[in-house]
């Protein structure tokens, strides 16, 4: 199957004088068939920077933004499909023997 790759902004801190945001918590998921994987991180800003105030911005302006500064898409995802890969073909089993 295709791994489908979902990003989503959970909520973010903001400066209510100003209205801009300065942190946005993020999750990247990951999903084939019956496998799934996920990362969970936040990212900040200086206030002021981003300039898209709270009441306007959109959820894919604040990924783009995330991406921006310095989170890697393409490692995230890669990371993600890794993980799946793991699941589907592990290497390392927990158990006892008897």
Not at 42 to 47: E, I, K, Y
Request: with cysteine; hydrophobic share 40%; glycine share 6%.
């Amino acid at each position: 199957m295709t791994i489908a790759y979902n990003w989503t902004i959970s909520t973010t801190n903001y400066d209510v004088a100003t209205g801009f945001i300065n942190c946005a918590h993020w999750t990247a998921s990951a999903v084939d068939g019956d496998y799934t994987a996920s990362i969970y991180s936040t990212c900040s800003w200086a206030d002021g920077s981003p300039t898209i105030p709270y009441a306007d911005v959109t959820e894919s302006e604040v990924l783009q933004w995330v991406w921006d500064s310095g989170v890697s898409k393409d490692a995230t995802e890669a990371a993600l499909a890794q993980n799946i890969e793991l699941q589907k073909n592990p290497v390392t089993a927990t158990g006892t023997p008897w």
